[in-house]
C-alpha cells in the first residue's frame, strides 16, 4: 500500500506520518529529510530543487514497494501533479491507494512552526506556501489536524484499514 499525506507546512504531516509508521510497522519517506540529504545550503526549495526531491522520494518509494513494503510518503503534495504522478505508481505496480490530506487553521500552523527550529525554510516562506485545490479525481480523506494526533489518529487508520 502506498499512503500519501499532503497539507500545508505545520499541519501535522510528518507527526501523522511518524505515528502511522510505528502502528502500520511501515516505512516513511519525507521530502524534509530528502532535501536534508542532498542538499547541504539553508534554503534549497527552488522549483527544481522541489523536483529532484520529489523525483527521489518517488525512486526510493517505487523502491520499497516492490519489495513488499507498505510505504508512507510525506510531502506537501502542493500540486496536483505530485498527487496524480504518487497516484500512477500505486496502479503502475498495482498497490493500494489511500491519500490522507490535513488541514489545519492558520492561527495553529504558526504556531507549529515557530516550534519547528531545525527546518531548512524560513517560517515567513512556510506559512504563505500556496497549494494548488485538490483534483476531485484523487479519492481523499480530509482531516482537521488542529488537534493532538491521537484524537484523529483512529479515523486514519480505519480509513486505511478499509481501503
Same mark, same amino acid.
Given at each position: 500500500?502506498?499512503?500519501?499525506?499532503?497539507? +500545508? @507546512?505545520g499541519s501535522g504531516k510528518t507527526t501523522l506520518a511518524s505515528h502511522l509508521q510505528k502502528k502500520l510497522r511501515c516505512k516513511s519517506i519525507c521530502r524534509e529529510k %530528502?532535501? !536534508?540529504? $542532498?542538499?547541504k545550503? *539553508?534554503?534549497?526549495?527552488s522549483v527544481e530543487h522541489k523536483i529532484l526531491a520529489f523525483r527521489e522520494? =518517488? !525512486?526510493q518509494t517505487t523502491s520499497w514497494l516492490k519489495k513488499g513494503q507498505t510505504v508512507i510518503l510525506d510531502? @506537501?503534495?502542493s500540486r496536483n501533479q505530485e498527487i496524480i504522478a504518487a497516484y500512477q505508481l500505486s496502479k503502475n505496480l498495482k498497490?493500494?491507494?489511500?491519500? $490522507?490530506?490535513?488541514?489545519? *487553521?492558520? &492561527? #495553529? $500552523? +504558526? %504556531? !507549529? =512552526?515557530?516550534?519547528q527550529i531545525k527546518h531548512l525554510v *524560513? /517560517?515567513?516562506l512556510r506559512i504563505n506556501t500556496r497549494t494548488e485545490?485538490?483534483? &476531485?479525481? #484523487? *479519492?481523499? =480523506?480530509? /482531516?482537521?489536524?488542529?488537534?493532538p494526533v491521537e484524537k484523529y489518529l483512529p479515523k486514519v487508520i480505519d480509513y486505511l484499514l478499509s481501503r
Open positions: 500500500m502506498l499512503i500519501g499525506i499532503g497539507g +500545508q @507546512p %530528502i532535501f !536534508r540529504q $542532498i542538499f545550503e *539553508p534554503n534549497p526549495h522520494c =518517488l !525512486r510531502l @506537501p503534495f498497490k493500494k491507494w489511500s491519500f $490522507i490530506y490535513l488541514q489545519c *487553521p492558520e &492561527k #495553529i $500552523i +504558526q %504556531i !507549529r =512552526l515557530k516550534n *524560513p /517560517i515567513h485545490p485538490l483534483s &476531485k479525481k #484523487i *479519492p481523499l =480523506l480530509k /482531516i482537521d489536524s488542529s488537534p
